[in-house]
């Protein structure tokens, strides 16, 4: 099998706390010879687990990266045993574009795993992290957010699997994340996710939902940075007690009847916000006809008794939208 072209610029098994980057070529009309240059930052003390870390999945999410951007900065090695990796921007190009996808190829890093090392700058990214860091490590926490188009309840997420210890382990890391609510997650559709990869793996894997909106609020960013401390604890890389950001309500996703989509494009009037209790047959939003008034709006009725967990996020809503995901208790 053809080589994966990234190269770290730092080892990733040396003791201490080294900066650097993965490097991948890139050649393109501006840069001959150039490189999409990755941040990673390594810190390594002893004998112990690895935790890898990872923001920037899509580049619109941005509590991962703040978090991560601190954590790198203020961990130091005489505070842990094993080996921290963290990545703050997994998906550079997106990053930097500040959107959801890699504006070089198009491609959805979150549905292209395992990745391909020959294949687009997304794809070749995808595989190093499936083949290279995540066979090293033992626990991944990989965060997401809403970005621009959606905004959720600040929530770790764990997933039902067919190894009952393997899903237990990841139950228990979950709620030691400590955000303000958990979820048992059921996802539209998992193939290609750094998820499902990572959980093929056998790996302990925690991700998050901790807002949205394009942007993150200071709120956000503390429970996202307290979570991964929370779990460096737990899993024993870091001393000192697992600390909650709240009351850890447990949510679950029970079937497909969680996920109300937009059946026509106009402007959302949501009924009903985050957090709130909803009943089944009870509206949760209109949208109205951004082209003419004097009609009736399409009403978006409850699919069934829950609280809000998720909601479309611009007032502009298109058909196919996700206009709200519920939960129950």
Same mark, same amino acid.
């Given at each position: 099998?053809?080589?994966?072209?990234?190269?770290?610029?730092?080892p990733?098994?040396?003791?201490? %706390?080294?900066?650097?980057?993965?490097?991948?070529?890139?050649? !393109?009309?501006d840069?001959?010879?150039?490189?999409?240059?990755?941040?990673?930052?390594v810190?390594?003390?002893g004998?112990?687990?690895?935790a890898l870390?990872?923001?920037g999945?899509?580049?619109?999410e941005?509590e991962?990266?703040?978090?991560?951007?601190?954590?790198?900065?203020?961990?130091e090695?005489?505070?842990?045993?094993?080996?921290?990796?963290?990545?703050?921007?997994?998906?550079?190009?997106a990053?930097?574009?500040?959107?959801?996808?890699?504006?070089?190829?198009?491609?959805?890093?979150?549905?292209?795993?395992?990745? !391909?090392?020959?294949?687009?700058?997304?794809q %070749?990214?995808?595989?190093?992290?499936?083949d290279?860091?995540?066979?090293m490590?033992d626990?991944?926490l990989?965060?997401?957010?809403?970005? %621009?188009t959606?905004?959720?309840?600040?929530?770790?997420?764990?997933?039902?699997?067919?190894?009952?210890?393997?899903?237990?382990?990841?139950?228990?890391a979950?709620?030691a994340?400590?955000?303000?609510?958990?979820?048992?997650m059921?996802?539209i559709?998992?193939?290609?996710m750094?998820?499902?990869?990572v959980?093929?793996?056998?790996?302990?894997f925690?991700?998050?939902e901790?807002?949205?909106g394009g942007?993150?609020?200071a709120?956000?960013?503390?429970?996202?940075?307290?979570?991964?401390?929370?779990?460096l604890r737990?899993?024993?890389?870091?001393?000192?007690?697992?600390?909650?950001?709240?009351?850890?309500?447990l949510l679950?996703?029970p079937?497909d009847?969680?996920?109300?989509?937009?059946t026509?494009?106009?402007l959302?009037?949501?009924?009903?916000d985050l957090?709130?209790?909803?009943t089944k047959?009870?509206?949760?939003?209109?949208?109205?006809?951004?082209?003419?008034?004097?009609?009736?709006?399409v009403?978006v009725?409850a699919?069934?008794?829950g609280?809000?967990?998720?909601?479309?996020?611009p007032?502009?809503?298109?058909?196919?939208?996700c206009?709200?995901?519920l939960?129950?208790?």
């Open positions: 099998m053809t080589a994966n072209p990234i190269s770290p610029t730092i990733l098994d040396r003791p201490g %706390k080294h900066h650097g980057f993965l490097r991948l070529p890139y050649s !393109r009309n840069s001959a010879w150039g490189s999409v240059m990755i941040p990673i930052t810190i390594a003390n004998q112990g687990p690895t870390l990872t923001g999945n899509h580049g619109d941005y991962g990266p703040i978090a991560l951007q601190s954590l790198a900065w203020q961990i090695p005489d505070q842990i045993s094993g080996r921290i990796i963290i990545v703050p921007y997994m998906n550079y190009p990053f930097r574009a500040g959107t959801r996808v890699s504006p070089i190829d198009q491609v959805n890093m979150n549905r292209c795993f395992p990745g !391909r090392p020959d294949g687009t700058v997304t %070749k990214i995808a595989h190093y992290f499936n290279v860091l995540v066979p490590s626990v991944v990989d965060y997401h957010s809403g970005g %621009k959606l905004d959720f309840l600040p929530y770790a997420a764990a997933h039902y699997l067919d190894d009952a210890e393997q899903q237990a382990a990841c139950v228990a979950m709620q994340f400590g955000a303000p609510y958990s979820m048992m059921r996802e559709d998992n193939v290609g750094f998820d499902t990869a959980e093929s793996q056998g790996k302990l925690v991700t998050t901790l807002g949205g942007t993150a609020t709120r956000s960013a503390r429970i996202a940075t307290d979570g991964a401390l929370n779990l737990h899993v024993g890389i870091m001393s000192g007690p697992v600390a909650p950001s709240g009351d850890g309500v679950d996703m079937g009847d969680c996920f109300h989509f937009a026509r494009d106009g959302m009037q949501p009924l009903a957090g709130e209790a909803v047959g009870q509206p949760l939003a209109h949208i109205w006809p951004s082209d003419r008034s004097g009609v009736a709006p009403e009725l699919n069934m008794d609280i809000v967990a998720a909601r479309h996020f007032g502009l809503i298109q058909t196919g939208d206009l709200a995901v939960a129950v208790t």
